[in-house]
């Protein structure tokens, strides 16, 4: 941490830090620059709040040096997270799919949905039971039916489930039924929920907030690790921006960064990322040669009838040309050496 | 609602618009100008989603006619709503103002801050005792040990208390110490939360998601009123933007726009909303001109004591000058008449 | 400056930084964490480029602690810059407004604006004859002729002309009708445009970029005053943000920033940072009491008949109502002392 | 046009503006729904601005159908437009890279890049002779004698040569020397400048401002096309958002959009959308995999010498690996059907 004193800073003041600092346990270094007095702190930083220290007199700015995650980062843990179910390995050398619709509508819609995406080659399923939806009017999912009928679409194909919990008190009833369970963009600063995901032992999909920095999106995960949980998936699904012609911005600046900074996986869903489902594929494409562990696709029979995002869903021939593009270029991966640590 | 056709749509996809419209209940009005046809949507459209017609072959864009909510709104009650506690009204011809620590911290520091808040003039207190915080090494709040501190404050000063509740599960427990409940920012999409505070019959407090719209800000506090509590005090308290000097960026224009949309009440928080103590008394003062009927204000006996928020805490000799501000601005306010219904 | 090495930095890398540092001339300290290897630069430091360091080997980030600016700050001259013409002071103790149409239309439309501002009590007249559109096809300004309507608006009641210059080429020409030259929002960062107004005898109002941070506000600001002219005006006139409702978001945050470091006068543009005519009022006081030093508020006498920005501009009833709540509040004010240096 | 009238229009309010948009010579059809009223306007538009009508009595919003922009959209124009060189396509098959330091500042050093990028397979060299910097007091580039150095490098290695212009009064001695002239994201809406290189014969290569949206950036393309010059290629280079970790936030959704409403070819700016080198090879990929017609990379054979981006600025050895990838990835795509207009 390194404390900068304004320019009319007395003596007094200077020493008043500088006593405030080492009262915490830390030591000091003092700097006198031509036009600006800087304190240097060392040591045992952890019980010290950078907030505290800019409201002491005399103080103009301080900046902190470490960064506040650590479990998750590659600092910590050098090599990169694998998390695995019985045959499907996310953040390994393949990429996944996880694919599915917005919405379990009935299991006519979910099981022809699962065998339709199985068929194209993705190797889980999503779909929601319990919908986050920003008007009180639109339909909020079928709940735990809605998870029955995601457990009958395994059992017909096999498939993984991914579905989304809303809510720390059914994170039991929703491990139950789910092998990954996901936390959404608008509760990715749901403390309650992070931790209750964070005792389970199954994994989690974090969505990044819409207007999440890359800092607060690795916080929420320590959350969950520092609970014990270490397989953590990270998602990015577009922030919000000015830009008028998609729902979000997809950030994939982000994917290479986080393969810096952090062992997780990170998957990538354009759906969400583009809100416009001719933007779907190329951005697709565009995730996976950045390095992304994955994406999340939604995919409906017919998507003029799925009751949510009907307009970011693909339909039967969409998925399959995205599958037959992402198949070619995973090959073409294959052959190539890392890009992603190029310093 | 308005489908607009794309220029090379055939007439069979214009007929089949027109009949998947009809099929769900309205009636269309086809209108062929120059350059685009057009058609309109008349009757009951609340089972027609626009992203459903979006996807339809030949489709161009469709635009809403109506806003998506409704109990909130001033067309569905033309009168302010005033929340009334015993002696205090939210909404009503004065300001009102909430003030205390970020934090529950010991009952000296709450007992003491409740006394100072109210020789000042306060009529409410704040604390914190469920934190919601971005790093899970963090300070998390006293918990329920906190809330008994609030309610040994109010026996102290009579002052009402509003504290935040973070989860469902919590809303009987809090609902017993808090006069008033607050969803934080972050939980402004916590739609569980949003229904469990629904269906209590005490006033809540819903404060502005960081990257909320007016609309979905305004449909989070329909989920409330939806469920039967008519109680609802919106809060704006900053939003996430690029600006670097400030925490958030305060959005005034916000204030007389929802007296014009909507007939609830609304606060500003100009600690979060700036971030910087040294900005909160200009823009107090800033948020009553433009129309706020209050404030929420973060005040600690020795700021830079305080285990969070720290850098945007008024000191008792700051929040003595902002009340005296205040109540002189308030004095002239009241000689003037509205200047919010100019349209 | 301060050079945060990452944790695998060899003593080499470390010896590298150093030796590249010292031999730009300036001196270094090595301190060496827990956790992180800190090398703090002190000295002469203009000729060292952050930049520079960053891609050294081993070196994780360089955190700059000096402000980029210089003739604009506070600490660079202690009082504040009042800009003074002939009876009017902007930025001294009288708030000031500059009113008038989006464009100068007709010698009719000026000349009846003019009047109607003054009768109100605005001590400057705005008119754009050289206009920024967004598309081509729309109406461009009058152009010279625009500028020989507002010298007869001039003429006919002594208001100073405020107006747009859009390009280095047309200072001259420009500076001969106007008394304050006006540098638009996307021009901000049109560097040889502000050169040349730097080199002119008279005053320049420099608005804030659509996407300006402070500092970058601050250093087009430096611009001008590096080039000899000390009489700029900085206006706030909102930013781009994800908000729906609003043309801009009105950032007055910034208000009291600013006179805090930087000595220089600012105006608050509510038309423009609101879009909105019913929220101009609201807004304007707002920006008063936040303590800005006056408004740019555009009027028309048949606002449905404007050329342009229809929608934002005031009519004659609605301009006179906010001229009396503004006189009242300027009253107020003068009996308070300031509130903006509450450290 | 579509006129939205409130609830409580009367019926001289709603024949009032009928009247007002009939007289300005287009048709009307009234619609009367179940909640509001809806005035469809028909025929020609292009002279009622939607400003004037909002501002009506009884209007609560006015909704264009048409797009502002014409001579750059797809519907005017079907097929791609390809910019020519002699040997040289952008927007044709084959992705181009554009390739160069930041600014040009020694003849051994632009000659040395140029080399180094044709050798790697790069067809035109970028340099800046003018620099837009932020600052008054960096390096402001070395002008028309940076201008002769580039005109030697391609004497020497027959690479075209791209080069910003600042201003108007600059773009015939830019010209003189440039193959294709660059309007950086600063100038993307000065107009002045937008005109002038519209009546030039050499290409333009056209950035996207910080905060422009898609349709303010394809008019500020209209501007240019409107006076005659076709050959606009646009540029992504990132946008303002609130992202901490990276210079800009590169928006590739726009790439795929672009392709489907206009014509014009566009490139992507990976060195200024990431503003960290080590992000710049996996967003390149991703770029082209998009849709691109090719990059803009910064390059410089000692990037710690660089005068000025050195932390986006790739080494000589990293833009051997980058081209090595494009090619191959090139390859790929070549074997593929694209991906684009997959409706």
């Keep these: ?7 009319h800073a007395s003596e007094d003041e200077i020493m008043n830090v500088i006593e405030f600092v080492e009262a915490l346990g830390a030591r000091t270094h003092l700097s006198r620059g031509q036009e600006k007095i800087v304190i240097g702190v060392i040591g045992d930083k952890r019980n010290i709040q950078k907030e505290q220290i800019k409201v002491l007199p005399g103080v103009e700015d301080v900046v902190s040096i470490l960064k506040p995650y650590k479990l998750v980062s590659r600092e910590f843990k050098e090599q990169d997270t694998i998390v695995r179910l019985n045959g499907v390995e996310i953040g390994g050398e393949q990429p996944v799919v996880i694919a599915g619709p917005c919405s379990v509508e009935s299991e006519k819609q979910i099981i022809e949905t699962a065998r339709l995406v199985k068929a194209h080659g993705a190797q889980l399923l999503r779909g929601g039971a319990f919908k986050p ?4 009017y639109s339909f909020q999912g079928l709940g735990e039916d809605g998870l029955k009928l995601l457990k009958k679409a395994k059992e017909e194909t096999g498939l993984y489930i991914v579905t989304e919990v809303l809510d720390a008190m059914d994170v039991p009833m929703v491990a139950e039924y789910a092998d990954i369970l996901q936390i959404g963009a608008r509760n990715m600063q749901n403390y ?3 931790k209750a995901v964070g005792k389970i032992d199954k994994p ?9 920095t890359l ?3 690795l916080l929420s995960a320590e959350y ?15 922030i919000r921006t000015f830009v008028e012609y998609s729902r979000n911005t997809l950030d994939l600046n982000i994917v290479p960064m986080i393969k810096r900074v952090s062992h997780l996986p990170i998957l990538v869903d354009p759906s ?3 809100g416009r489902r001719e933007l779907v594929i190329p951005l697709s494409l565009a995730a996976i040669v950045s390095g992304a562990d994955g994406l999340l696709i939604e995919v409906h029979p017919q998507p ?3 009751w949510s995002d009907a307009d970011q869903t693909l339909s039967p021939d969409q998925f399959a040309l995205l599958m037959r593009k992402l198949d070619s270029l995973v090959k073409w991966l294959r052959n190539e050496e890392s890009v992603i640590y190029t310093n």
Tied chains: 1, 2, 3, 4.
């Design 224 to 238: 969950i690790l520092s609970e014990g949980n270490p397989n953590v998936i990270l998602c990015e699904r577009g």
């Design 215 to 217: 800092t607060e999106f």
């Design 272 to 274: 969400h990322g583009t």
């Design 1 to 7: 941490m390194v404390i900068v004193m304004n320019r």
């Design 304 to 306: 003029e009838r799925s």
């Design 133 to 136: 939806r920003t008007s009180p």
């Design 192 to 194: 309650k929920l992070l």
């Design 204 to 212: 989690v999909l974090l969505k990044r907030g819409l207007s999440a």
